[in-house]
Structure formats: C-alpha cells, structure tokens
C-alpha cells in the first residue's frame, strides 16, 4: 500500500495533551490496533468502517465523528474504491480525565457510541484543528479544546473509575501481555508464551485472540511501533528508534509505521 499523498501532523507545545494530523484522500486500510489515549476522528469526505466491514453502527460517514476510547480495539477501513478525507485528534487521558473533573464528574470518559453526528462538537473539532494547523493564540486553542470535548463529552461519554487494564482478564493473558511488553525489542515465539502460560499453543492462541481480538503477534508489532513512535517524538534517530524497537530491517520498519498510523516515520514528524 501507497503511504497518504497528502498527510500533516501537528503538535502544539501550548496544548500539549493533543496531537491532530488531516489525512486528504486516502484509501489506507488500517488493522486492528488500540490507542493509548482517545482517538477522536472527524470525517470530511468518503468514509470508513471502525470495525469489520459488515458493521453497519461503525460505518463514520462524511459529517460524522469517530469516539475511540483508550484501549478499545478498532481498526479503519474504507469502502472498496472510496478515498476517506479525515482530521484525527488524539487526546490525553489524563487532560480528558481533568476536564471531566471540571463539569463536576469523577473518573475517566467513556465514549458511549463508536459514531455519533453531534453538529456543534464537529464545528469546534474542525476549529481546533484549524487553530493549531495555523498557529492561532493560546486562549483561543484552549477554549475551542475544551468547548469541543465538553460537548462530546456531555453527550456521549459514561463515567468509569478507571481506564482499562489488567485485572479483567484471564491470567494467561495477563502474563502473555507482561511478557510482550518485557521483550519489545526481541523476536518471541509462540512455544515460549505457551511455556509461560502452561496452555497448549493452540488453547493460548484463542484465549488471547477472545480477550484482546488481536493474535498474539498483533498485538506485539502493534506495542513495538507504538514504542518507536515515542522514541521519535523524544529525538531518537530513525535506525535507533527501529533497532530498540525490534526492527531490524529499516524497510519493514517504515511499511509497518504505515500499516499502523498512516504515514510514514518522515510524514509523521513533518510539522
């Protein structure tokens, strides 16, 4: 697959909890992957499938927003001959957890509905984008910022004590998450996770596969980019950024950034 012929990413040090990038014409098809943060696409043009193409409630057509929450497994995929035009505004847990704090309510947002159409919040995500692609004043960034996520989150987000994470799930996969994560720069077997777990192979495969709806092997690529992501945004040059991240091969590093995010490494860190 072709990276984005036209892709910007932008972050603005006055906002630090938020990243915002405007993929234009784009028929990259994303797999299954989870965020860290919320992920909060608004589509212009086109239109994608946040899950499996048969769903339906997870078609986001032009005019209409994608609520992803942190940790919810979707993916991205566009209808057979059509190109998606979309801003994606991904936001920090702990920003959305203050604001939520400052319209009186405890916890952490969770976004209700996969797509929602929501007029009013789709204005003031489009005029936050615009802000921070133009470099507009700090007041007004901030008020759009709020603004945009109070609305959506006044009428699409239930409260929960905390985000998600280990606890709910078998032990297996617990271990087999630790061990993933304790080994991203390595490669990892399958006979080394059924060891860890003492499950057979097959038994670990779908144990796995019905908690996270990721194989084993997804889910590791996905944490080893997501890894060399943050090394980027921390400086680190592109081959050492690959290399802690378990990539050798600097080709099979940058087609997988653009499986995952879109672009590639270059795209990405262009402002």
């Known amino acids: 697959m072709k990276p984005c012929l036209d892709v910007r990413v932008w972050r603005d040090s006055d906002v630090p909890g938020l990243e915002v990038s405007r993929i234009l014409s784009s028929p990259h098809a994303f797999p299954k992957h989870a965020h860290e943060h919320y992920a909060i696409g608004v589509m212009e043009d086109g239109g994608a499938y946040c899950l499996e193409p048969d769903r339906d409630d ?15 497994v979707h993916s991205g995929i566009p209808p057979s001959g059509v190109r998606a035009t979309y801003r994606m505004l991904n936001v920090d847990v702990l920003w959305m957890r203050r604001l939520a704090q400052d319209l009186g309510r405890e916890g952490y947002p969770e976004f209700t509905r996969w797509v929602v159409g929501a007029p009013r919040a789709r204005e003031m995500l489009l005029r936050l984008t615009c802000l921070v692609a133009e470099g507009g004043e700090l007041l007004a960034k901030e008020s759009a910022m709020v603004a945009a996520f109070s609305l959506l989150m ?118």
């Not at 209409?64 to 919810?72: D, F, H, M, Y």
């Open 58 to 72: 997870c078609f986001v057509a032009a005019g209409e927003i994608a609520l992803i929450n942190p940790g919810q």
């Open 154 to 271: 006044a009428g699409h987000a239930a409260m929960r004590p905390s985000l998600p994470g280990p606890g709910g799930e078998p032990e297996a996969v617990r271990r087999v998450k630790e061990h993933l994560h304790e080994h991203l720069d390595a490669k990892v077997s399958l006979e080394e996770l059924a060891a860890e777990t003492g499950l057979s192979r097959y038994h670990l495969l779908r144990v796995f596969k019905a908690a996270t709806g990721m194989s084993p092997y997804a889910y590791h690529l996905q944490l080893r980019v997501e890894h060399a992501r943050r090394l980027l945004l921390k400086g680190l040059p592109f081959v050492q950024a690959a290399s802690e991240a378990g990539f050798s091969d600097q080709s099979h590093f940058s087609n997988t950034f653009r499986h995952f995010f879109g672009m590639t490494p270059g795209q990405y860190l262009a402002r």
